[in-house]
């Protein structure tokens, strides 16, 4: 392994393990996590390279590529230095699993050709049904947004986790954060669900999946690239085998025993606020609507019929 950037990242979108995920690896003896759980890196790439408004999605994914290649040709030495300050400094495998890649096209490219100097990537996705991921997400914000504006069940809950000096760091960002105190209802679908809850699971219509299958397929400074797709239901269905498949796809061995963690999920958050209550049948079913042109897109680019568990 090179280190000269990550040596595989994970590409999921919120609520589909990466939290569990990074911290499974973590017990691995071979693996180099990062200092922090989501490095988040490559979404500031696209931050640096102007867009216009008035290019499509496609447009605007093409004008960033001509722009990227030349200008990390510039800055290829100076971004690598800003990206390694995010790890120890060893020779273990480095895998970058930060959901927020998932919201971006522009950001998965910069992964592939930013990274890949001296070998290529053995990348690993993500999904869950779109529906699940959309309620799960719902449920944690709304239950971190209800703790932090009432004392008396803040008071309970930071009796319960082991983490309660990270909750008061991130408790003011969960205030000021109005996404959070914003509840769906059968009137209410508008642009804050959309883009908050509803988006990361448009896994189809948006360029995310495609941007993974075309780099993939791709030879970047001619070394080749793989893309293992799991399902969040793998974790459930088959813990040992599932984490075996990654262990090995990585190249890391298989012989370790990894504890099965798991963190944030929607039954934690219930115990203190269930914001699922909120979610109506009537508005559920807009929900499964929105999906469903996405779902049948992704489809034909995974082989994964999410539509047909409607």
Not at 11 to 40: M, R
Not at 107 to 133: A, K, M, V, W
Not at 167 to 190: C, G, I, M, P
Request: aromatic share 16%; charged share 25%.
């Amino acid at each position: 392994m090179s280190n000269q950037y990550a040596d595989a990242f994970v590409f999921a979108p919120q609520k589909c393990g990466t939290t569990a995920l990074y911290w499974i690896l973590d017990q691995h003896p071979e693996v180099n996590s990062s200092i922090n759980k989501e490095v988040s890196f490559m979404n500031r790439i696209p931050e640096m390279i102007p867009c216009d408004e008035r290019d499509t999605p496609e447009e605007d994914l093409e004008r960033f590529i001509h722009a990227v290649n030349h200008w990390l040709k510039e800055l290829k030495v100076e971004i690598r230095r800003w990206y390694n300050v995010n790890w120890e400094t060893n020779d273990r495998t480095r895998v970058d699993i930060s959901p927020l890649y998932f919201s971006s096209a522009k950001s998965i490219y910069s992964s592939y050709h930013l990274c890949p100097f001296f070998q290529g990537l053995n990348n690993i996705c993500i999904t869950r049904d779109p529906i699940e991921r959309f309620v799960s997400h719902y449920v944690h914000e709304r239950a971190t947004a209800y703790i932090a504006t009432n004392p008396e069940v803040e008071s309970k809950f930071v009796q319960d986790i082991n983490w309660a000096d990270l909750w008061y760091k991130q408790k003011e960002w969960f205030l000021q954060d109005t996404y959070r105190h914003v509840s769906a209802n059968d009137y209410n679908f508008d642009q804050v669900l959309f883009s908050r809850y509803l988006l990361p699971g448009n896994y189809g219509a948006n360029l995310c999946y495609k941007t993974m299958l075309n780099c993939t397929e791709e030879r970047t400074n001619g070394y080749s690239h793989d893309l293992l797709h799991i399902e969040y239901d793998d974790f459930k269905n088959d813990y040992d085998k599932t984490i075996h498949t990654i262990l090995k796809f990585l190249g890391l061995s298989t012989d370790v025993k990894l504890d099965n963690v798991k963190t944030n999920e929607s039954s934690f958050w219930k115990k203190y606020y269930d914001a699922s209550e909120e979610l109506t049948p009537k508005f559920l079913d807009k929900v499964k609507e929105y999906y469903k042109e996405s779902n049948e897109i992704f489809k034909q680019l995974s082989g994964i019929d999410y539509n047909e568990r409607y």
